[in-house]
């Protein structure tokens, strides 16, 4: 008799430990029925010419039901091939010794299991009709009894197992079901993760691409513009050429160190250098003026309750130093002013010059299409920190471009210094 999980072809997992029970059961309800239905003939019937083919049957029986784990491993088919030999041994034994029908329970437990539903149902029949015609045999007279029992009781069985069944395919289907259900769940959150990585590579460069435009790119520019200074004034006023020289250096200096900040942790250089945003003003103010050319003062208004975020104070710094390269190359300005005021709930920075003005259009207002940047990445700061950049100008009257910053709101109240006065440096 095959065995009933996986060398029978039953769907059940081979590690299952109950299917590995229930075989077993099977397994010790055939041998002992054999052995019982064997006994009762050999009881009855001593000394009958048909002794030696059943006990020989009996033998064949029990030994192609103990060769079925060896034969199982091979071909595919041979779980069914083994249990169509066991189950014509059988017919051929009860034909000669009816007590044997009773070997039929385990034979049918195992056809449902090997055999798909409508010949596994049609074997029961067939099964059944020779457990019935053994049982009359054996009866000394006609018994309805004997005649309806076995086929109820097959067909009960038979409800149960399929109906069984059919709950285990339920099962193992929800369970696939449910696997898909999680391989999708995986795959959506990898594919999240790695739109989520695209998004910040795409954010990351777009930031790095505003600080080397207000930065390296601005101070590239400047140095191209005093060189080119310095050459036309070369051979008449040597002196001025110099100066222009040397201001290109110190623009070069501090691109240096900007750029040197950059690998290190991307924070401006003037607010590494100490004193907070208000001396990084400053020292921006001093270093964009040019006698004679331009004067940048830089004014700041109250005091901030503390410190300000290291981000708001890197944003208004690249703001201040992108708005006066704007003012440089294309106002024509001859003085500047940054203002920076602190009040309770926000920090706004100003900065105002009295050059040529333009008329504001939107996103692109002032910006300069040789290089791509200018207001559109300012604003794209501003927004960053959930605040609000605006442009006051027309032409001829300067312009002035305010930058506003919220605070947090979890910064206290408490412990504001009074406002000193105004601030000027040159």
Same mark, same amino acid.
Request: with cysteine; net charge neutral.
């Given at each position: ?65 103990? &060769? ?13 091939? *083994? ?51 053994? +049982? ?144 990084? &003003? ?41 708005? &006066? ?20 709930? *926000? ?36 927004? +960053? ?21 919220? &605070? ?19």
């Amino acid at each position: 008799m095959p065995p009933l999980p996986a060398e029978a072809g039953s769907t059940s997992a081979p590690g299952d430990p109950d299917a590995r029970w229930l075989s077993l059961l099977m397994h010790t309800a055939f041998f002992l029925l054999l052995g019982a239905s064997l006994a009762r003939f050999l009881l009855r019937h001593p000394g009958e010419a048909r002794t030696p083919w059943v006990v020989a049957l009996s033998v064949t029986l029990a030994v192609v039901h103990l &060769l079925g784990p060896v034969l199982s491993r091979r071909p595919a088919r041979a779980p069914a091939v *083994r249990f169509g030999v066991l189950v014509a041994v059988w017919m051929v034994l009860v034909v000669l010794a009816p007590s044997f029908a009773w070997c039929a329970v385990p034979l049918i437990a195992t056809g449902l299991h090997l055999l798909p539903t409508r010949p596994g149902l049609a074997l029961v029949a067939l099964l059944t009709a020779f457990v019935v015609a053994a +049982q009359l045999r054996l009866a000394d007279g006609f018994d309805p009894q004997l005649l309806l029992a076995p086929p109820a009781v097959a067909a009960l069985a038979t409800a149960v197992f399929v109906r069984m069944q059919r709950q285990s395919d339920r099962s193992r289907e929800l369970a696939r079901h449910q696997r898909r259900l999680i391989d999708d769940l995986l795959r959506t959150r990898r594919e999240l993760a790695a739109t989520e990585r695209r998004e910040g590579t795409l954010a990351e460069r777009q930031r790095l691409s505003m600080e080397i435009h207000d930065t390296l790119a601005q101070g590239l520019s400047s140095q191209r513009m005093l060189l080119q200074a310095a050459e036309r004034t070369w051979d008449g006023a040597p002196e001025t050429a110099r100066s222009h020289v040397r201001t290109a250096a110190g623009i070069a200096e501090h691109n240096l160190a900007e750029a040197r900040r950059f690998v290190h942790d991307l924070a401006p250089a003037d607010l590494a250098e100490g004193g907070g945003l208000e001396a990084a &003003l400053r020292t921006l103010a001093g270093r964009e003026s040019r006698p004679g050319t331009l004067v940048v003062r830089c004014h700041v208004e109250g005091a901030a309750r503390v410190p300000l975020p290291d981000r708001v104070q890197s944003a208004l710094l690249r703001i201040a130093q992108g708005a &006066l390269a704007n003012v440089r190359e294309h106002s024509g300005a001859t003085t500047a002013a940054l203002t920076l005021t602190h009040l309770d709930d *926000r920090v706004v920075l100003d900065v105002a010059d009295d050059g040529e003005g333009f008329e504001p259009s939107g996103e692109r207002a002032g910006q300069d299409p040789g290089r791509g940047h200018g207001l559109p990445a300012m604003r794209a700061r501003v927004r +960053q920190l959930g605040g609000s950049l605006t442009v006051e100008s027309s032409p001829g009257e300067g312009a002035v471009l305010t930058a506003c910053v919220p &605070l947090p709101p979890s910064l206290p109240a408490s412990g504001a210094r009074p406002a000193p006065a105004p601030e000027e440096s040159a």
